[in-house]
């Protein structure tokens, strides 16, 4: 695995540590608004690390996670396996989604990627990985037991990745909510990952 973790940071005396929400592989129709809605029902506002082809079919999904004041990351066009592709054509990849997708963040589907296309790619976008992935697309979990991922694995500076995709959805209409209800009991403060543009 390549790439780093950004905005790692330790919350100084008397500040609420901070944990940074994010979700992969949309936007689709039948998760992402109501995961937006969830997300403003919490006053959260997360990172959306989305698929290009998908933005292609739902730009008016795209527009609305801006609108509502999230912050967009490439992840690829295609959901590509860095690691199963030559440099060259993920990388091709990578910059058609740009092409629909105004963001610097870039997080490689799986985590995973060569060390040829982490330093390429290192040249253009900041590359976000994560510390905590709750599996909430796994049909082997139940909702109980991705807020329990939450629960045991959740750190100041945690960046945690949920999915708005179809396969997570079963799990996350109640993960999510128990989630975010969990980490604002615990007195965690919720942090974006911003973009230079």
């Not at 390549?2 to 929400?21: D, H, N, Q, S």
């Not at 933005?55 to 295609?78: A, D, F, I, Q, W």
């Not at 985590?111 to 590359?127: E, H, S, T």
């Not at 999915?163 to 799990?171: E, Q, T, W």
Request: hydrophobic share 35%; charged share 30%; with cysteine.
């Amino acid at each position: 695995m390549c790439g780093t973790a950004l905005f790692r940071v330790k919350a100084r005396p008397g500040e609420r540590p901070t944990v940074y929400i994010t979700f992969d592989d949309g936007p689709i129709p039948e998760s992402t608004p109501w995961v937006l809605d969830m997300l403003d029902r919490y006053g959260v506002k997360a990172t959306f690390f989305m698929v290009g082809d998908n933005v292609r079919k739902y730009p008016e999904l795209y527009e609305e996670v801006r609108r509502r004041g999230h912050k967009v990351g490439n992840h690829t066009m295609h959901h590509l396996q860095g690691w199963l592709k030559w440099t060259k054509h993920y990388v091709r990849d990578v910059e058609e989604a740009a092409q629909y997708i105004d963001s610097d963040l870039f997080r490689p589907p799986h985590g995973w990627l060569r060390p040829m296309q982490n330093i390429v790619l290192k040249r253009r976008y900041r590359i976000v990985m994560f510390d905590l992935v709750t599996r909430d697309y796994s049909w082997r979990l139940s909702a109980e037991e991705v807020v329990g991922n939450v629960k045991e694995n959740a750190r100041p500076g945690s960046i945690i990745v949920f999915h708005d995709s179809l396969k997570s959805m079963a799990r996350l209409r109640e993960a999510l909510p128990e989630s975010l209800e969990w980490l604002k009991e615990a007195g965690y403060s919720f942090g974006v990952l911003d973009s230079s543009r």
